[in-house]
């Protein structure tokens, strides 16, 4: 499965983006999906994980309560909205998915990675 993620582009702090990681390929509907990020100087960092139904999901504490992963598996298409952004969300954001299905917080357990996308957020 190929995954094209976008959406990523320059906002203040306090602003919302919506990510989209769009699959071709294969359906989506079996994998489960996951955004990472990574910002200058650091390391890749787990974001949020998804089910491949949708019913489990989960967040890292530092983007809890401000983003939300979802999917739409009729469009073929994962989504990250990102609410109340802060300066630190400044990074590359990439959209993974794994063929096991599982909403996996480690990045070693996904199979396929799109290209990334930036986003920056301007305090």
């Known amino acids: 499965v190929q995954l094209q993620a976008s959406g990523g582009g320059l906002v203040q702090a306090g602003d919302s983006l919506r990510l989209s990681c769009a699959a071709s390929?294969?359906?989506?509907?079996?994998?489960?999906m996951g955004w990472f990020r990574q910002a200058p100087g650091k390391e890749r960092e787990f974001v949020a994980g998804i089910s491949w139904g949708g019913g489990i999901t989960t967040y890292a504490d530092s983007v809890k309560g401000r983003f939300t992963i979802s999917r739409d598996n009729r469009k073929n298409t994962g989504y990250l909205q990102m609410n109340s952004l802060k300066p630190e969300d400044t990074a590359v954001y990439y959209c993974?998915?794994?063929?096991?299905?599982?909403?996996?917080?480690?990045?070693?357990?996904?199979?396929?990675w799109g290209q990334g996308t930036l986003v920056t957020v301007s305090s």
């Open positions: 993974a998915a794994n063929d096991r299905g599982l909403a996996n917080r480690d990045y070693a357990a996904y199979d396929y």
């Open positions: 390929g294969r359906t989506l509907s079996k994998y489960g």
